[in-house]
């Protein structure tokens, strides 16, 4: 199951992996051979380096953000050369790892919850690994295992290079625990086993050096780094022979990317010279390290998508003060001046968090209209979740849960007939649609993004997956566009 909702929370994926049968197919050739792989580092053991060609099945549940998406690829890249395939079902597998993310107390509960409903399974099957992955593996490391001392192994994101060597060892009654940060680990060197599909996620760099006062990322993924230019290059020229048409760059803020030589918009402008790649977008950048040079290959390299994720949180600068965000909300709205101007068409969307301790009902006011003024094609928005660990975490709540949730439906409200009105604009005119597949409904249409992330869904008229179509729109809902394949 795949779910992504707007308002409240973000985007939750709760499944096994995407396209999962594509990816078993393409796992399942295990490598044979007898020769060491190479070291990993952190806890591994000399004895974990030897390939054991064992056929076990993992199967992992991912939760939280795409960035923990692109994690999961990960681990089955990792998993893989050590004979882990993975599998659709918890039933019918000898590892279970749940991805987990931290952000939100909600995200964590519902993990609890999952594994409440797992420890039965694990029960009747003895022999069955049960671990938590990730974010929240990082955020509680041993104190999860009061909650859930059934869990065999404890892995933060910075050592996931560790899982093999732990899954190896013979010694299953005591829960290994696993959540080293290391500033430096970037996995560069490991090819994430991807679904089938037209889009890749590729992480170009890790962690944060922001430290919002409200947010757990800094201290559960670690300190800013960012993965070399040729290293990314390099696997999106594979991508590109592999088929796929459109990349997404992942970073918690991706335009602070830098590998010593080289930044943001040099990878931007490289990234474009890749033939086969027909789209370039990329995920979250931070509007205090929007550089100009970023503006311009936006403004300037047509395959880059003329969309852009710029989270905004708060609408009053004492928030955005006490948020420790970086900007004033006067610098935030002439930047989105300035790439409104420098690039046509430009679609946002943005990141709103409503109270925030401290939030009076002026400042809601004022993000309010700010969003009214801004105009986001959508946006993701949240209640406040206090996160132990973070500096706000100190601070007292002013509001309270019921409180939050009026000011949530608020500005979701606000936002649905913002996104509605944008979207009826587009009636009549025609979009370029990257084709993704077949439409959930009705049966026989197909689903795609136009260069503006929007859905597009239309008859399908022959047109494949990958296939750039002109589409005419027809008609549109606040999330969709509908239209006809134009002539
Ligand atoms: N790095 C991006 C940025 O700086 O804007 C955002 C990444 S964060 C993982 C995704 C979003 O989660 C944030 O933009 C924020 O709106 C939300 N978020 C983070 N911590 C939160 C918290 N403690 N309570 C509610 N929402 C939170
Ligand atoms: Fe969290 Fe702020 Fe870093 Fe974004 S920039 S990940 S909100 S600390």
Redesign the pocket.
């Known amino acids: 199951m795949r779910q992504r909702q707007k308002g409240g929370e ?1 985007i939750f994926f709760f499944y096994p992996f995407p396209l999962l049968d594509n990816l078993i197919a393409k796992s399942s050739k295990v490598r044979k051979s007898t020769q060491p792989l190479p070291c990993s580092r952190g806890a591994v053991t000399k004895k974990s380096c030897v390939t054991v060609m064992n056929t076990r099945k993992v199967y992992i549940e991912t939760y939280g ?1 795409q960035m923990n998406l692109a994690d999961t690829e990960l681990l089955v890249g990792l998993l893989k050369p050590h004979g882990y395939e993975p599998t659709k079902t918890a039933q019918t597998a000898d590892v279970i790892l749940l991805n987990t993310c931290a ?2 107390e909600h995200a964590e509960e519902r993990v609890l919850g999952r594994l409440g409903e797992l420890v039965h399974h694990k029960a009747r099957h003895p022999g069955v690994r049960l671990g938590l992955t990730g974010c929240m593996a990082q955020h509680h490391r041993d104190r999860l295992l009061d909650k859930a001392p059934y869990l065999d192994l404890v892995v933060g994101p910075d050592a996931y290079r560790t899982l093999p060597a732990l899954l190896a060892q013979d010694d299953k009654d005591e829960p290994l625990v696993s959540v080293r940060l290391d500033r430096d680990e970037t996995y560069a060197d490991i090819t994430p086993v991807r679904g089938e599909g037209i889009r890749a996620w590729v992480t170009v760099m890790r962690g ?1 050096d ?1 430290f ?1 006062t ?4 800094p201290y559960v993924r670690g300190r800013e780094r960012s993965v070399p230019l040729t290293a990314l290059l390099d696997q999106v020229r594979v991508l590109a022979d592999q088929g796929y048409k459109e990349v997404v760059y992942l970073g ?2 991706v335009n602070a990317y830098r590998d010593g030589e080289y930044n943001f918009a040099d990878l931007l402008r490289r990234t474009a010279k890749i033939d086969e790649i027909e789209r370039i977008r990329f995920t ?1 950048p ?1 509007p205090a390290d929007m550089s100009e040079h970023v503006i311009e290959v936006m403004a300037t390299c047509t395959k880059i998508a003329p969309y852009l994720h710029l ?1 905004l ?1 708060s609408g009053s600068n004492k928030i955005l003060e006490r948020m420790e ?1 970086g900007y004033t909300v006067e610098y935030y709205a002439a930047l989105v001046e300035r790439l409104r101007s420098a690039i046509p068409g430009l679609a946002l969307s943005t ?3 409503v109270g925030f301790p401290g939030e009076e009902g002026a400042d809601f006011q004022a993000t309010y209209d700010f969003v009214a003024a801004v105009r986001y094609d959508s946006a ?1 928005m ?6 132990e660990g ?1 500096k ?1 975490y100190k601070w007292n709540e002013t509001l309270s849960e019921d409180e939050k949730g009026q000011r949530l439906q608020t500005i979701i409200t606000l936002q649905e007939r913002i996104s509605a009105e944008i979207n009826r604009q587009t009636i009549g005119q025609t979009m370029e649609v990257l084709v993704e597949g077949p439409a959930k409904r009705p049966e026989g249409w197909l689903s795609g993004k136009t260069r503006q992330f929007k859905t597009a869904v239309f008859p399908g008229a022959g047109a494949q997956p990958g296939d750039l179509v002109s589409v005419r729109v027809a008609s549109t809902t606040a999330h969709t566009l509908i239209g006809e394949v134009s002539a």
């Open positions: 973000r953000c952000i939100r944060c922001k919002c409200f947010c757990i990322v918690q803020t979250s931070h989270p949180q965000r990141d709103i968090i993701f949240f209640k406040y979740s206090a996160r973070t706000a």
